[in-house]
């Protein structure tokens, strides 16, 4: 399947990882969460995440930063890659109560001592990402890509009129002109949050995915770049002059 178009292939999680990892992979569906590795060229790398939309709550944050540490422990430098598939956080009084927001603050702190250990963090939106559900995965990665028709937002239209006040009709007026206010992928690629829209040959996608990934964040580079954010690089450059 490498080299196929996305009309050509359907991206379930299964097919999705055949088509990243050519050389073969061991990941298995736990629930909704992703566990396993994969190879790629001659490149072998851990993988988790999430599938089926899932609703990240605080197993499935557990989860990850488990596998997170395993690989720490026992694959020095390895990549890790999160593919992601989650409709946000779970909503419910008893992932609340147990301190879910905690939960993925753990996952954060994994991701980053990943990171200090000097192994390479990449994501990969492959259907939809909301919110929380991706913040401590996905989204704090190295470089994290998407797929032409992955659907990335903190929240829809309708529900941000309804937070804002504002009318849902100014607000898709506005989305036209800033990025900010639209979903989908391609706004937040012009954001600096999605490095890049993967096609054709995820193998390859990867492949260069871990070739840039350098840990540093560009996010805030890449949006003034791109004219999706024009004053979060300067900001945090005049914060950082003035430290």
């Not at 999705?16 to 072998?44: K, M, N, W, Y």
């Not at 409709?87 to 009084?93: D, E, F, I, K």
Request: hydrophobic share 40%; charged share 20%; aromatic share 6%.
């Amino acid at each position: 399947m490498v080299g196929k178009s996305f009309s050509e292939v359907t991206m379930n999680w299964q097919t999705l990882a055949g088509c990243l990892f050519p050389q073969g992979h061991t990941i298995v569906l736990q629930g909704d969460l992703l566990i396993g590795s994969g190879r790629c060229g001659e490149q072998d790398f851990a993988v988790t995440g999430t599938a089926n939309h899932a609703e990240v709550g605080v197993e499935i944050t557990l989860g990850m930063a488990r596998k997170v540490l395993d690989t720490i422990r026992k694959h020095p430098r390895r990549p890790i890659l999160f593919l992601t598939d989650t409709q946000g956080q779970r909503l419910r009084r008893r992932d609340e109560l147990l301190g879910l927001n905690s939960y993925m603050a753990h996952l954060g702190k994994c991701v980053e001592v990943a990171r200090a250990h000097g192994h390479p963090i990449i994501g990969l939106v492959y259907d939809q990402a909301l919110s929380g559900g991706f913040i401590a995965s996905a989204m704090g990665a190295d470089i994290c890509g998407a797929l032409p028709n992955a659907q990335i937002r903190v929240m829809g239209l309708a529900a941000t009129a309804r937070v804002t006040r504002l009318s849902e009709e100014k607000l898709q007026a506005l989305s036209q002109t800033s990025p900010v206010f639209g979903p989908g992928a391609d706004n937040y690629v012009k954001m600096g949050a999605i490095d890049a829209l993967w096609y054709g040959d995820l193998a390859a996608s990867l492949e260069s995915a871990l070739a840039n990934a350098d840990g540093r964040d560009h996010r805030s580079e890449l949006g003034l770049q791109r004219g999706g954010r024009k004053l979060a690089y300067p900001v945090a450059q005049d914060v950082a002059g003035d430290a």
